[in-house]
């Protein structure tokens, strides 16, 4: 996937019809795996994007939060000179300010395809617990299964709380453990028994299986949807 650096609308010659092309062609290749269903890293690199040039935009004058991380202490001094220069030059800002507006726009439309499309995915996915739910459902296994395929591919979870200074945040650890063709002998139950006896690090595991209608890409789509709606299924339980 073509990238763009993080402080790309900034960094070397500043002209908007230069940005404007590199942008351009950047979201194109963005809305090219969108049209083949591929959601991921894609539209996580389009929010980090768009999110930066938002802080940016409200944040001129707090240069470092526009740094790339990769800097050392010397680079981020002489990035500031550079930032100083360009925030005291009315042209150049008056430049980057058309560049981030222009930039802003078009990732919100790219945005919003890609959110339609992550809606779309999560309405095809069926969640269903396999046998009785433990009290405490934040760790254990759940199988999923991409459209009419027979293959189910299992996944130990983890459930993991983190907190910012405003609220709580769910997130999701994985591992992949196995793959199982479903048959009449191979049920998720059977499947569920398999993984009990045969992996006993887990006490009392949580199992789900987790099942779509239609066939997506497994890594760039399917998983990540999944595993997102997961954790919503299991904290509105």
Do not use: C
Not at 137 to 151: A, C, E, I, W
Not at 163 to 172: A, L, N, P, V
Request: net charge negative; aromatic share 12%; no cysteine.
């Amino acid at each position: 996937m073509k990238s763009l650096g993080v402080n790309w609308f900034i960094e070397g010659h500043i002209d908007f019809e230069h940005k404007k092309y590199i942008l351009l062609d950047y979201l194109q290749e963005i809305n090219r795996h969108f049209d083949k269903s591929k959601l991921y890293p894609n539209l996580t690199d389009l929010i980090f994007h768009y999110n930066n040039l938002i802080d940016f935009k409200h944040n001129k004058s707090v240069l470092q939060q526009a740094f790339p991380q990769r800097l050392s202490k010397a680079d981020i001094e002489a990035v500031k000179l550079t930032y100083q220069k360009i925030i005291q030059d009315d042209n150049s800002m008056h430049e980057i300010e058309h560049i981030i507006g222009y930039a802003i726009n078009k990732m919100d439309s790219s945005i919003q395809v890609g959110k339609e499309l992550y809606d779309f995915v999560e309405s095809r996915i069926n969640i269903d617990p396999v046998g009785v739910v433990p009290l405490t459902p934040y760790y254990g296994y759940f199988s999923l299964r991409n459209g009419d395929t027979k293959t189910n591919w299992v996944y130990e979870y983890q459930i993991t709380i983190f907190e910012s200074k405003d609220d709580k945040y769910r997130g999701i650890n994985v591992q992949f453990v196995d793959t199982f063709e479903e048959s009449i002998a191979t049920t998720p139950e059977a499947i569920k028994i398999k993984l009990i006896t045969s992996r006993n690090h887990l006490a009392n595991p949580a199992v789900y299986y987790v099942q779509s209608d239609m066939m997506f890409p497994l890594e760039q789509t399917l998983l990540p949807v999944a595993k997102r709606s997961l954790v919503k299924y299991i904290s509105a339980a």
